[in-house]
């Protein structure tokens, strides 16, 4: 599997995109400062992701996402609610996804 997914820096609230064929990976690696494109900009909150079969249909995606403007927006719109500020015990898609890992 390949994924396309959002991050939101808790640092500044900006969101980065990218693409994987490993989340959990690539999601400690983002937290962790091993990417340089996010690095300044730890830790971060997983806040969306979208699963594809092959790459092509992911790279698509990602790419369709960062450079059209309305499907980036429609986004923003349709997970408003995972980008709002997090109220104190509430559970973010990252922590579950770190608890699955276990």
């Given at each position: 599997m390949y994924y396309v997914y959002i991050l939101q820096s808790r640092q500044d609230g900006k969101l980065y995109i990218g693409y994987t064929a490993d989340l959990r990976s690539r999601f400690r690696e983002h937290n962790q400062g091993l990417s340089q494109a996010t690095r300044h900009r730890q830790p971060f909150d997983l806040v969306y992701y979208?699963?594809?079969?092959?790459?092509?249909?992911?790279?698509?995606?990602?790419?369709?996402?960062?450079?059209?403007?309305?499907?980036?927006?429609?986004?923003?719109?349709?997970?408003?609610?995972?980008?709002?500020?997090?109220k104190w015990g509430e559970e973010s898609p990252d922590t579950i996804l770190n608890q699955e890992s276990r």
């Open positions: 979208e699963a594809f079969k092959a790459k092509k249909d992911a790279v698509v995606r990602e790419r369709m996402i960062k450079q059209y403007k309305q499907g980036y927006t429609n986004l923003k719109k349709r997970i408003s609610a995972s980008l709002e500020p997090r």
